[in-house]
Protein backbone atom coordinates (compact mmCIF):
# COMPACT_ATOMS: atom_id res chain seq x y z
CA UNK A 1 0.00 0.00 0.00
CA UNK A 2 1.75 3.19 -0.89
CA UNK A 3 1.00 6.38 1.70
CA UNK A 4 0.48 9.56 -0.11
CA UNK A 5 2.06 12.46 1.90
CA UNK A 6 -0.04 15.34 1.79
CA UNK A 7 1.98 18.59 2.29
CA UNK A 8 -0.20 21.30 3.80
CA UNK A 9 0.26 24.83 4.28
CA UNK A 10 -0.36 28.25 5.82
CA UNK A 11 -2.09 30.63 3.00
CA UNK A 12 -3.28 33.78 4.64
CA UNK A 13 -6.64 32.79 5.60
CA UNK A 14 -6.53 29.41 4.84
CA UNK A 15 -4.61 26.17 4.01
CA UNK A 16 -3.55 24.85 0.82
CA UNK A 17 -2.44 21.28 0.47
CA UNK A 18 -0.68 19.16 -2.54
CA UNK A 19 0.86 15.79 -2.96
CA UNK A 20 4.23 15.75 -4.91
CA UNK A 21 4.22 14.27 -8.13
CA UNK A 22 0.65 14.61 -8.46
CA UNK A 23 -1.26 17.28 -10.39
CA UNK A 24 -3.25 17.49 -7.05
CA UNK A 25 -3.76 20.49 -5.18
CA UNK A 26 -6.88 21.89 -2.51
CA UNK A 27 -7.34 25.27 -0.80
CA UNK A 28 -9.67 25.06 2.27
CA UNK A 29 -10.62 26.81 5.44
CA UNK A 30 -9.65 24.14 7.56
CA UNK A 31 -8.13 20.22 7.98
CA UNK A 32 -11.30 18.38 7.79
CA UNK A 33 -11.85 20.60 4.65
CA UNK A 34 -8.82 20.00 3.64
CA UNK A 35 -8.81 16.38 4.10
CA UNK A 36 -12.48 15.97 2.06
CA UNK A 37 -11.49 18.04 -0.57
CA UNK A 38 -8.12 16.47 -1.63
CA UNK A 39 -9.59 12.81 -1.11
CA UNK A 40 -11.97 14.37 -4.01
CA UNK A 41 -9.20 15.68 -6.29
CA UNK A 42 -7.73 12.27 -6.30
CA UNK A 43 -10.90 10.53 -7.29
CA UNK A 44 -11.45 13.28 -9.59
CA UNK A 45 -7.76 13.04 -10.98
CA UNK A 46 -8.60 9.49 -11.87
CA UNK A 47 -11.79 9.65 -13.29
CA UNK A 48 -9.89 12.38 -15.89
CA UNK A 49 -7.33 9.64 -16.76
CA UNK A 50 -9.90 6.75 -17.42
CA UNK A 51 -11.94 9.52 -19.68
CA UNK A 52 -8.82 11.03 -21.46
CA UNK A 53 -7.94 7.19 -21.87
CA UNK A 54 -4.28 8.14 -20.15
CA UNK A 55 -2.55 6.20 -17.16
CA UNK A 56 -2.76 7.64 -13.75
CA UNK A 57 0.72 7.56 -11.66
CA UNK A 58 1.61 4.39 -10.29
CA UNK A 59 0.87 6.12 -6.72
CA UNK A 60 -2.77 5.75 -6.71
CA UNK A 61 -3.10 2.58 -8.37
CA UNK A 62 -4.44 0.04 -6.11
CA UNK A 63 -4.53 0.63 -2.56
CA UNK A 64 -3.44 3.76 -0.74
CA UNK A 65 -3.20 6.14 2.25
CA UNK A 66 -2.73 9.85 3.03
CA UNK A 67 -0.42 11.05 5.32
CA UNK A 68 -0.86 14.95 5.93
CA UNK A 69 2.09 16.95 6.55
CA UNK A 70 2.20 20.01 8.56
CA UNK A 71 4.89 22.46 9.40
CA UNK A 72 5.60 24.10 12.20
CA UNK A 73 4.57 28.09 10.34
CA UNK A 74 1.29 26.03 9.12
CA UNK A 75 0.63 24.65 13.16
CA UNK A 76 1.43 27.14 15.11
CA UNK A 77 -0.71 30.07 12.70
CA UNK A 78 -3.68 27.20 12.09
CA UNK A 79 -3.95 26.54 15.59
CA UNK A 80 -3.46 30.42 16.97
CA UNK A 81 -7.38 31.05 17.44
CA UNK A 82 -6.59 27.98 20.09
CA UNK A 83 -3.51 29.13 21.98
CA UNK A 84 -1.60 32.38 22.08
CA UNK A 85 1.62 32.09 21.02
CA UNK A 86 2.28 32.68 25.10
CA UNK A 87 0.30 29.57 26.28
CA UNK A 88 2.45 27.79 23.23
CA UNK A 89 5.71 29.09 24.86
CA UNK A 90 4.60 28.24 27.96
CA UNK A 91 4.00 24.40 27.18
CA UNK A 92 6.69 23.93 24.65
CA UNK A 93 9.82 26.04 26.57
CA UNK A 94 10.27 27.68 23.45
CA UNK A 95 10.46 31.94 24.29
CA UNK A 96 7.74 33.29 22.62
CA UNK A 97 9.35 35.83 20.29
CA UNK A 98 10.98 32.66 18.74
CA UNK A 99 7.49 31.13 17.99
CA UNK A 100 6.44 34.61 16.48
CA UNK A 101 9.45 34.29 14.39
CA UNK A 102 8.29 30.28 13.70
CA UNK A 103 4.76 31.48 12.66
CA UNK A 104 5.95 34.44 9.72
CA UNK A 105 8.37 32.23 8.37
CA UNK A 106 11.15 33.92 9.45
CA UNK A 107 13.17 31.03 11.08
CA UNK A 108 12.47 27.10 10.77
CA UNK A 109 12.88 25.41 13.91
CA UNK A 110 15.51 22.79 13.86
CA UNK A 111 14.84 19.20 14.93
CA UNK A 112 14.84 19.33 18.65
CA UNK A 113 13.04 22.88 18.85
CA UNK A 114 10.25 20.35 16.74
CA UNK A 115 10.89 18.16 19.21
CA UNK A 116 9.20 20.39 21.84
CA UNK A 117 6.72 21.29 20.40
CA UNK A 118 5.28 18.01 19.91
CA UNK A 119 5.89 16.93 23.59
CA UNK A 120 4.14 20.11 24.68
CA UNK A 121 1.35 19.30 23.15
CA UNK A 122 1.05 15.73 23.40
CA UNK A 123 1.32 16.87 27.19
CA UNK A 124 -1.39 19.52 27.06
CA UNK A 125 -3.70 16.38 24.94
CA UNK A 126 -2.55 13.93 27.48
CA UNK A 127 -3.94 16.25 31.31
CA UNK A 128 -7.10 17.17 28.67
Given at each position: ?????????????????????L????V??????????????????K???????????????????????I????????????????????????N???????????????????E?????????????
Open positions: MNTLQVIVEYAGDNLSAYINDPIVSGKTLSDIKRDITQAIQTYESCAELGVEPSSLVKGEYELSFVDATTFINYYSSIFTKAALSRITGIERQLWHYAAGLHKPRKKQLRIQRGVQTLTEEL
